[in-house]
C-alpha cells in the first residue's frame, strides 16, 4: 500500500524539512519513500509545498502526484493547486488559524494552532515539525522514534543546538492530537469513504 | 539491500563512482549543477578528480582527454550546454574516445540533439533515457560499459524530476560482464619506442606506420554504428497484445503513460504503452511488432514532435500515429510545464481514443 502526504505552506514554515523528515524516518525504517519539493525563489513567505510517498515495496506514484491521501496545511496562501488533488475522506492537518477547516470540506481534517504549541514547547521555531508529530499521531506512518532520529540525522552539524527543541516541537505536536485524536470535522458520509488498501 | 534517501543527482554521481568513473568535468547549468555539486564533492574521496570547468566546450575536451588516457570519464550539461559540445562528441565518435555525457535535460527537446548529434561525420551516440531513479542508476553504469564496449561517446538523457527527486534507493557495483582490454590509451608507455600510440579522427598513422586513412577509418565507424544498432536496443511494453492504442513515450514521460494506461486499463480500455529505453538505436523492430494490431498509435513527448519522427519511421501504419505530446516548460524555463501530469495526459489520450478535439 502506499500512502501519500502533501504539504503546502510558505516559505519559512518548515515545509521542506518537515517533509524530508518524514520520508527519511520510513527510509530508516526500509521502506520506500519519495519526495518531491516544489518551491519558489527560496524566499520567505512564498509558495512552499513538497510531497512525500511511503510504500512497502518499490512505488508505483509519480514525481508529480496524480492524487494524493493526506495534507498538512500550514498556511492557506498557495495551498488550493495542491488541495485540489486530495482524495475524499484522507486525514488533512491543518494550522489553525491560518487554515479555515471549512476550505476542506471533503477531508477529515485535525486542527491544532501550531504556532502555540510550538511557543508552549519551548521551540518557537519549530512549527513544522509540531504539525509533522501531529500528521504522524494521526496517520501512524512511521514510529515516532523514526521521526526523531531523522531529524536529528538532517539537522547540519552547525544546528545541532536545535535537536533538543525540535525533538519537543514533534511531541508536542502528537500530544495536541492524542488519545484518539478527534477531527474537528468530517465529510458527510465519511465511512463510506473509508479506502480500501491500495 | 539498504535503502538511502537520495536526491537524483546524489544518486546518479555516487552510481558513476561506483561504476569507476574517475574523472569529471563540467560547467553548472540548471538542473545538471545539482550532479556537478555531487560530483565535487564525492570525487575526492573516490581517488579522483572533477573539475569546475571554465565552459562547457572545455568540459568535455578535458573529459575527451582524460578518457583518451585511459580513465573512466564523464562530463554533462542541459541540453542548451551540451550543444556546445557537438564538436568534441563527433571528434570522440570518429576518433572512438569513450566517455559518458550526462544530459540533465530541462524538458524533452533534446530528442534530437541525443539521436541525430549535431557534430559532423557518420555517427551516432547510444543513448538511454531512463523513467526514474532507480533506473538512472542502472543506466548510469550501464552506459559507462557501453562507452567501454564499443569506445564510443554515450549519452544519459536525464531531467529536473530525475535530478531533484529523493527516492529510496540502493548504489552498488552493477557487472555488465567482461570488456575488450585498454589496449589503446595514451598512457605514455610506447613514448620514445617507435610504437607510440595515436588517436586521430582522420586515421592517417605515422610515417612508419600509415593508417587507414579517411575512408576506411570512417567505413569502419560506421560499420560499427551499424552493428551496435542491430544489438543494442533496448525497449519496454505492456498490454500489447490485445491493445486498440499503443501510446509511445520516452524517460519520465514514459512513467506518467505506464501510470494512466494502467488506470485506463483498469477502466475497461484496451490500450497498452511502448517505451524505447534506448532512444538510440531505435527499437524500431520492436516498435513494429507493437503496432502491428492497433488502430491508434498515440505519441506522448515534451516537444513539438521529435521522437514522432522515429516513430513514425517504424509504425507497422504510420497513418495511425497521432501526436499528443507538446511544447510545455515552467515559466522559469528549467523544468517541465503543466503537460508532465497525469490527468492532462488521461484526457488527451481519451480524447484521441474518442476522436474529440484536443483539450
Known sequence: MERELVVTGIGGQGIQLLAKTLASAATREGRHAMLSADYGGEMRGGPSKASVVIGDGPLRALPVLASAWSAIVAHHRFSEPALARLRPGGPAIVNLPLVDPASLPAMTVYGLDATAVAK?????QAIGFVLLGAYNAVTRLVDPASLAEAMEELLPPYRKQHAQANARALAAGAAALDGPPAPLSVPAGAADLEEAPR | MTLELLEGSTAIARSAIAAGCRFFAGYPMSPFTGLLENMSQQMPAAGGVCLNAESEIEGVNMTLGAAA????????????????????IAEAALNETPFVVFNMARNQQDYFQS???????????ITLAPKDVPEAVEHTQLLFHLADRYRAP???????????????????????????????????????????????TWAMGKATDPGPGPDGHWRAIADKFDAIDKVESRFEQAHVDDAETL????????????????ELRADGHRIGWFRPVTLWPFPGEALAAAT????????????AGQMLDDVRIHAADRSAVRFIGGVSIAESGLAYGELMDAPVIRDRIL?????????
Open chain 2, 292 to 303: 502491428a494490431g492497433v488502430r491508434r498509435v498515440l505519441v506522448f513527448e515534451l516537444n
Open chain 2, 115 to 125: 539521436t541525430r548529434g549535431g557534430g559532423w561525420g557518420d555517427y551516432r551516440t
Open chain 1, 120 to 124: 508552549d514547547a519551548g521551540a518557537p
Open chain 2, 154 to 200: 554515450v549519452i544519459f538523457y536525464g531531467d529536473p524530476l530525475l535530478a531533484q527527486t529523493r527516492v529510496g534507493v540502493s548504489i552498488e557495483a552493477l557487472d555488465f560482464g567482461p570488456l575488450p582490454p585498454k589496449d589503446w590509451v595514451l598512457d605514455g608507455t610506447g613514448g620514445g619506442t617507435g610504437r607510440s600510440r595515436q588517436i586521430w
Open chain 2, 247 to 262: 501510446v509511445v513515450a520516452f524517460g519520465s514521460a514514459a512513467k506518467f503513460v505506464e501510470y494512466v494506461v494502467d
Open chain 2, 69 to 88: 588516457a585511459g580513465a573512466r570519464a564523464a562530463t554533462g550539461s542541459c541540453g542548451q550546454g551540451i550543444a556546445l559540445m557537438q564538436e568534441a
Open chain 2, 351 to 359: 480524447a484521441a481514443i474518442t476522436g474529440g478535439a484536443r483539450p
